[in-house]
């Protein structure tokens, strides 16, 4: 290997910078572990190879300029003509490859990667964006509110579609697919797809509100994917959704590609992602995985709640929730987060998802703001007055906190808060003093 | 939550079984685990929702069937009809989506997954296989060899090629790009096909044996991809490589589709997958990607050496050689292996690489048999001598080890192992008695 520490090194509009949290196997010298994860990842090996020339490593080569053997923090410099940069596969290639399997690391986790306005420059980012999707539901201030149909698999298409005219018509603004349920024998696609956008129409006429079905392209092909897309614009959909980790980012980097011309509306599950996020000492965190949604251009993306069924606390929520809407967005050094201009590229809106019930409202407006898409799955359908008056319960929270009123005082007057409240316990402010 | 615990339940041909190993949260009930995890990954969610019916629930839920708590491996059936069968990121979003994020779990880690025939046969599996391989190279016998090119990325079109040149002449039978080698400006990739292939041609006449380029296609957008494989086809080459977790699953299937008619050999790099599979109790295994990696229909795929650079011990290694090669592959509870018919599909040429060199071969092949393909990087091009003569000295190792000759015997006869010998160590049967 080459030498790659320079701490002196101030990196600039040329690099990708990465962040890493290293923690070497026993025996191995830090500064040995940080040399060779930057080799890897860029132009060395493990041997002095022959072919490896000074005047070829003095402008492609990486610089460690910041080391912290007690938290295992270092920081890499890459220069931008190592990669091909408008390819995320290959930047995940080399910052994202072979460096997890190398013995002489315990384990490694990429924190953080900034790019430069250059590279940035060469993705669409989010078509929509947040103003984008407000202005075609004509919802111009309070969170977005949806509902995941349920159960997640196993409907024929007229229930599913039944069940998607239930929520909207309690209030409801989207309805997406679960993200297990793509192209089933006991719900194909295109039928659902037909039997679903009837009943949105039937809900938008009854409710004088636009309502909008986000159908799971998810697909086993590139060309079944986008047939599945040409399909919902075809019926006058509006939206589609994608299970982001499950088809990968050449299939993400298409679809964005495709739907440039479509203009359908792109919402990004994220299912699968915690087998590479989660363990905070090894993998890929959420972070990066939001970063790039936003270069390819997801619409929208589920960034959790705090709150509900899944992991993410509620500073995690608060660094993607930023990664999604703000631009700039600040380093913040306690939360793995670097500098990141985003140039023209619009905000993603973020979904809440996962575990949410009508008394989660305030909780959930207060961490993450009214930008956001809040989803609400088994806390409608499960409502012991069944789907239409969940969804009611719902947006009774919403209005309730939009006024900044109590929910316990909006509760008095909505029955279908009231119960909801009784089912799944009381919003956080009641259990204290007030009520 | 419905209740899916069955140990009496007996899987069937109608069934996918999926083997976990549970670590629940601090005070969940390892059966509530269970249950919630078998629930969330097919019909069912948090709440108990008025939707999910009986009818419904009886065709289509899951059946946890053996539990331990000790190990905490767990084995649940469930049925083919909650599938789209034929699309592996359906499949992924359901047994390995959601799930991961669960609070109620501290670790999560789908060990194996054990698919039915009637599964199987809707997979192409891979075109040529092993056989198919052996006869395109006209090599009957000994493991093939190759290189990767080195440095992994930094060389213009003409020394990328010509160090291919020398590889080839030495006597490797494959060259292949690295992962993260796509399409840079120093090198672009329709001129470094054109000079490699050119050189392969030289390479082959000059040395009378087939000699074979592998150009890594990963790209941003499944089109790029099929057009980058169409170029390597029209160009005459025969194989085309990818890096199969950054390109992801839609893209690889993509990818099997069309390759179908162009007839190339397809060669997956594993580059990532320690970032999902590296630790031992979250995540998803190995196993599970060679698995679907064969399904789908990679010719080679890489599953580590035990012995390089590189993660992964002996037994795992075997087992994914098992996997990769066997059929049936029978059931070992040790390894976390689940019994799966292959059907009709042809086994899938191993590749073992990373870190690498001339002294390894005789532990490789004693390991991993005569059916691989074996990958040196730095173990040729930074031999003292240089390419050529470090690939003469794999191909010395080889030899020696299919006549059954003791490597230092051989390397009495030839410098260039002897060379190696004295630059990386010595083959570990001369450092124990016999030298």
Redesign the interface.
Known sequence: MLEYIDIDYIPNDNDIVCEYMIEPASGVDFQDACTNIAGE????????????GHK??ST?KPHVFEIDEISGITRIAYPT????V?????I???I???I?????LNNLK?MDVSFPRDVINRYNGPKFGIKGIRKLLGVKKRPLCGTI???????NPK?HAM?AYQAWTGGMDLVKDD??L?????NPFKMRVIETLNMRDKAENESGERKMYMANI??????E?IERAEFVKEQSGEYVMI?I??????????LR?ESESMGLVLHGHR??????T??PV???SMQVIAKLARMVGLDQLHIGTTI?????GEDEVKTLLATCKSSPVAEDRKNHVLAQEWGGLKPVLAVAS??L?PAHVPDVMRIMGQDIVMQF???I??HPM??TAGAYAVRQAIDASMDGEELYESAKKHKELRIAFEK?GQPAACQCTKS
Chains 1, 2 share one sequence.
């Open positions: 990842s860029s132009i060395d090996t493990w041997s002095d190879i022959l072919t490896l070829l490593a492609l003509a190592l990669f091909e408008e390819s995320i596969p290959q995940l290639s080399s994202a490859g072979n997890f399997s190398m013995k002489l990429l149909v349920k159960p997640k698999v196993g409907l229930d069940v993200e297990n793509t192209n089933q024998k006991f998810t697909a086993s092909s590139c060309s994917m299970d980790i499950p088809v990968g980012w050449t299939a993400l980097q298409t590609e299912c699968m992602h915690a087998a590479i989660r363990n090894h993998g890929i509900g069924k899944m992991h993410g996962g575990g019930h799955g088994g806390g359908h499960a069944g789907t799944w």
